[in-house]
């Protein structure tokens, strides 16, 4: 009956279109009323305060720091010119730059509404010029964004990282060849959108100008290797290595390429600011939420239902992936994250699945979350670069979230697709 209360007022006060962070807070107190601890209402705020109060969460200030340098730095536009070098040589080149530069950038930012917002006032106009439909280049951009929270330094990991108990470190590592394989597959759909359309355009680079292009764009694709070989190899933690991220970025901008000023660092750093201050309002209210679930025997009630399946963990993968599908689709990446994994992780581990893939698993789904209405923020984002309505951009989306399904399910039925690159790193079950 709690799990009842708690996801009937949770789903109920998010259609009045409150702030997240006050729906969460608000089933919480809900949830104390019924269960008779309104007189421990106290504990709330000491939850709220406790769970921001978590050294690993200087991670996400720092990375995001990093990626607001990195792209007022002028990097955006070097990744894009290095990756016409790669792939802009083949028939529908722009839109394999698109694809490209968006998991070169998601090695800067973590976070997929930056590749939208950073990269696509660029790319979509540039596609469009290509004789793309505008619509199919929103698409694109929107979908290609969907590597960034898989590709490290994810704010995802960090996140999953904090709430599951999980070495962040291990998540960066294991995700590297997920996030290109995820970037791969919308690439083939692309391939085959390219044929179908009649796209003819090839963008080429002559070895003259590769030269040049390529050392401009080197330090901003070595920022993700220095931080995943630092972390893998001990040299600095995760939140060390934000750090180092944000130095790095800020000596690549100003002095290489020369293209960040120093007046310019208090709109950064405020822009950087407000980014994290909208993460940390979802993540307190989050945890007193777990807390308040674990209090009401949430957790042993949802293991009580799905008890039957732990014998059978495909099954149980399904039907969870079902759940996040769901719930991707009213709510943001970060909420679901923090609300679930104190109640999925248990189970899951209880049926013998290694964490670590489970929470790859986790990440890719509820990114596919991020581009479907209602609450689909990258959605949003494209529909406000592209000035086009959401049916159109839907429109445009569709044969990418065809293809990121069926990655989903490839790595659902083949785990290895997960767990092998896993063991090259190091890493075992």
């Known amino acids: 009956m709690e799990l009842a209360v708690f996801l ?22 809900i949830l104390m009323y019924f269960i008779d601890m309104s007189d421990l209402s106290y504990q709330l705020s000491f939850q709220n305060v406790g769970g921001i109060d978590n050294y690993i969460l200087l991670t996400v200030p720092f990375f995001i720091l990093a990626g607001e340098i990195m792209k007022e730095g002028g990097i955006s536009r070097q990744l894009i010119d290095f990756s016409r070098i790669i792939v802009g040589r083949f028939r529908g080149g722009m839109g394999y730059v698109t694809v490209l530069a968006c998991m070169l950038f998601a090695g800067l930012s973590g976070i997929a509404i930056a590749d939208v917002s950073a990269l696509g006032s660029m790319l979509v106009p540039m ?6 439909d505008k619509a199919r280049a929103t698409g694109l951009v929107c979908s290609a964004s969907l590597t960034a929270p898989i590709i490290p330094p994810s704010l995802a990991f960090i996140v999953i990282g904090v709430a599951a108990e999980l070495s962040i470190g291990r998540l960066f590592v294991m995700g590297i060849v997920p996030g290109i394989l995820l970037g791969i597959s919308i690439m083939i759909a692309w391939f085959i959108i390219v044929r179908r359309d009649g796209y003819n355009d090839i963008h080429k680079v002559s070895l003259k100008e590769a030269l040049p292009i390529t050392v401009k764009a080197l330090p901003a694709v070595m920022l993700p290797i220095i931080i995943i070989v630092g972390i893998r190899m001990g040299y600095f933690t995760p939140t060390e290595g934000g750090a180092v991220a944000c130095v790095y970025a800020f ?22 600011m407000k980014s994290t201050a909208v993460v940390m309002f979802v993540v307190g209210p989050a945890c007193a939420v777990a807390w308040i679930i674990s209090m009401a025997d949430v957790p042993a009630e949802i293991t009580s239902y799905m008890h039957a399946f732990t014998e059978h963990p495909v099954i149980l993968l399904i039907l969870i992936n079902l759940l996040l599908i769901a719930m991707g689709m009213v709510m943001d990446l970060v909420p679901i994250i923090l609300i679930f994994s104190p109640v999925l992780f248990p189970l899951v581990i209880a049926a013998g699945i290694d964490p670590y893939y489970f929470a790859l698993i986790m990440t890719i789904n509820l990114c596919i979350g991020l581009q479907t209405p209602p609450v689909g923020t990258v959605l949003f984002v494209g529909m406000t670069i592209s000035k086009l309505k959401m049916g159109e951009v839907i429109r445009g989306i569709s044969p990418f979230l065809i293809a990121e399904v069926a990655f989903l399910l490839l790595c659902l039925f083949v785990p290895q697709v997960i767990t092998v690159p896993a063991a090259w790193f190091g890493y075992t079950s």
């Open 8 to 29: 009937g007022s949770l789903f109920t006060l998010l259609f009045t279109g409150l702030p997240i962070g006050i729906v969460l807070m608000a089933c919480c107190m």
């Open 251 to 272: 000596v690549v901008a100003t002095l290489l390429n020369r293209q960040l000023k120093l007046s310019q660092m208090p709109d950064i750093l405020f822009g950087a």
């Open 127 to 132: 596609m469009v010029a290509s004789g793309y």
